[in-house]
């Protein structure tokens, strides 16, 4: 599935020196998903932070809406 990052997750992945390949990472296999409303929150693993990432889906894309690092997957 192709996967759109909007102008605010492109400025925030350079803000906080993530970047796309560990979104990719994220939202392929997430530890932890959850819906809410219409968007989807995955949680992805990286050292003893879990990464998460605020998307929504379309017919053929995921739009990263932003990500950021979190304590913990809740």
Do not use: C
């Not at 992945?13 to 409303?37: C, G, N």
């Not at 219409?38 to 990432?53: D, M, N, Q, S, T």
């Amino acid at each position: 599935m192709k996967i759109i990052f909007t102008q605010h997750a492109l400025e925030k992945l350079a803000e906080r020196a993530l970047s796309k390949e560990m979104v990719r990472r994220t939202v392929d296999a997430p530890i932890r998903l959850i819906a809410v409303a219409e968007k989807f929150h995955a949680f992805g693993k990286f050292g003893k932070r879990y990464l998460k990432v605020i998307f929504v889906r379309t017919d053929d894309s995921l739009v990263i809406i932003t990500q950021h690092f979190v304590d913990s997957p809740v």
